[in-house]
């Protein structure tokens, strides 16, 4: 497909578990964005690479929340000891090049923590 | 305050009218704008994306950018109960790169 796709589309995670959500940008999109969505929220930034670069990981909540994009491609965010208020939609989305680009996003990952 | 207002809703409106929607920015150096639509349990997806002042239209769909009053709306012709959904406004600053999206305004149609 050419959009951006996430994976898993949902997971279900014990508090204190460690997980992965991936995200797998449009090819050729220089730029990836990570967003957390909550029930009736707008999504709210997390952090940004530009290829390989985390220019900017400022929303990141803690320092239990990390991301990398080794090979300026595929993304994976990783959330350590999750606890309940991490639950949330968590999107990723690409673009041709910054932050002045539209945004394409993925179908996003649904993360329930019990 | 939040970088990015909208007022969130419930708005309906009956099919075949126009739905107006409005959102507000704190900073003033802002330079591009967007208009997402979100339907419940899906991502957001790109309706329009406005950079100068004045309209932008495509098909159903002008976005107004008035940079001086900090404001950029998005108006909806001929609604169509399809149309109803979540539009979330977002917009990039030119302070650090930053990229916030509103909490986003409720649409009903009404058929």
């Known amino acids: 497909g050419a959009g951006v796709s996430q994976s898993p589309r949902y997971k279900v995670a014990k508090r204190g578990q460690d997980v992965a959500l991936r995200c797998d940008p449009i090819?050729?999109?220089?730029?990836l964005f990570w967003y957390q969505q909550a029930l009736g929220q707008g999504p709210e930034f997390l952090t940004y690479?530009?290829?390989?670069?985390?220019?900017?990981k400022s929303g990141l909540p803690s320092d239990r929340f990390f991301a990398e994009r080794p090979e300026g491609s595929v993304s994976t965010l990783k959330i350590q000891r999750t606890q309940q208020e991490d639950s949330a939609v968590y999107l990723c989305?690409?673009?041709?090049?910054?932050?002045?680009?539209?945004?394409?996003f993925g179908d996003g990952t649904r993360l329930s923590i019990l | 305050q939040k970088e990015v207002e909208q007022n969130s809703g419930p708005l309906s409106v009956p099919e075949g009218a126009i739905a107006s929607l409005n959102c507000t920015y704190s900073?003033?150096?802002?330079?591009?704008f967007f208009w997402y639509r979100q339907y419940s349990g899906k991502s957001p997806e790109l309706i329009m994306s406005?950079?100068?002042?004045g309209d932008k239209e495509d098909g159903r769909f002008t976005a107004q950018l008035n940079k001086a009053s900090q404001y950029v709306s998005l108006l909806i012709r001929d609604s169509q109960p399809s149309d109803s959904a979540t539009y979330l406004c977002?917009?990039?600053?030119?302070?650090?790169?930053?990229?916030?999206f509103g909490t986003g305004t409720s649409l009903t149609v009404i058929p």
């Open positions: 090819s050729g999109h220089v730029s």
């Open positions: 989305a690409s673009s041709s090049t910054g932050f002045h680009q539209p945004q394409h």
């Open positions: 977002a917009v990039t600053t030119n302070t650090g790169n930053q990229f916030y």
């Open positions: 690479f530009q290829n390989e670069a985390q220019l900017d």
């Open positions: 406005i950079y100068s002042n």
């Open positions: 900073d003033r150096g802002s330079q591009s």
